[in-house]
T-cell receptor, first 114, second 113 residues
Framework: NAGVTQTPKFQVLKTGQSMTLQCAQD?????MYWYRQDPGMGLRLIYY???????DKGEVPNGYNVSRLNKREFSLRLESAAPSQTSVYFC?????????????FGPGTRLTVT | DQQVKQNSPSLSVQEGRISILNCDYT??????FLWYKKYPAEGPTFLIS?????DKNEDGRFTVFLNKSAKHLSLHIVPSQPGDSAVYFC????????????FGDGTTLTVKP
């Protein structure tokens, strides 16, 4: 049971390049999320997916696209990277566990855009 | 306007003493509150939560108190241990949707041996 996994762990992009961050969970959760965390700040929601086949914008969606490929996988794409997207990206899934809602996070992807 | 605020960026306590981390919120629609712990280079891990129908929830050394009228919650860690040193995030959500949470900026707790 790996929980939530993310690839890659680190990435450096030049301005204008594109890339896709991959995320997978093995807890059979319906809901999945992408957050970004900037230095000294909390996590901000980029996009979320309440179930397979649905996606919705979060607080900071501009410059990103997502795909909920199946129940396990939720990817985040940067079509044209900008320095303002330098951040640590966390994927998460959530579900009821022991009678309460819990959210499980991946280890993060540290992205630098030069 | 930040809806979830952790006004203390850092807190230092002695091992064995109580750690109290505070969190304030402004959105009265929030009805579910969570605390996460985060070590460097790792994702946040869930610590404890509380629903707005309760004013206290306890799990081992961790207790969360909720004061709805003041829109304030606090996390108590007793006794504090050096392994508790981490960044603690308060998060709040509406409709018990734990995933669509709004996070505070975090408080860095240091527990000194």
């Amino acid at each position: 049971n790996a929980g939530v996994t993310q690839t890659p762990k680190f990435q450096v992009l030049k301005t204008g390049q594109s890339m896709t961050l991959q995320c997978a969970q093995d807890m059979n959760h319906n809901s999945m999320y992408w957050y970004r965390q900037d230095p000294g700040m909390g996590l901000r929601l980029i996009y979320y997916s309440a179930s397979e086949g649905t996606t919705d914008k979060g607080e900071v969606p501009n410059g990103y696209n997502v795909s909920r490929l199946n129940k396990r996988e939720f990817s985040l794409r940067l079509e044209s990277a900008a320095p303002s997207q330098t951040s640590v990206y966390f994927c998460a899934s959530s579900g009821r566990d022991r009678g309460r809602y819990e959210q499980y996070f991946g280890p993060g992807t540290r992205l630098t855009v030069t | 306007d930040q809806q979830v605020k952790q006004n203390s960026p850092s807190l230092s306590v002695q091992e064995g003493r109580i750690s109290i981390l505070n969190c304030d919120y402004t959105n009265s629609m929030f009805d579910y509150f969570l605390w996460y712990k985060k070590y460097p280079a790792e994702g946040p891990t869930f610590l404890i939560s509380i629903s707005s129908i309760k004013d206290k929830n306890e799990d081992g050394r961790f207790t969360v108190f909720l004061n709805k009228s003041a829109k304030h919650l606090s996390l108590h860690i007793v006794p504090s241990q050096p392994g508790d040193s981490a960044v603690y995030f308060c998060a709040a959500s509406a409709n018990t949707n734990a995933g669509k949470s709004t996070f505070g900026d975090g408080t860095t707790l240091t527990v000194k041996p």
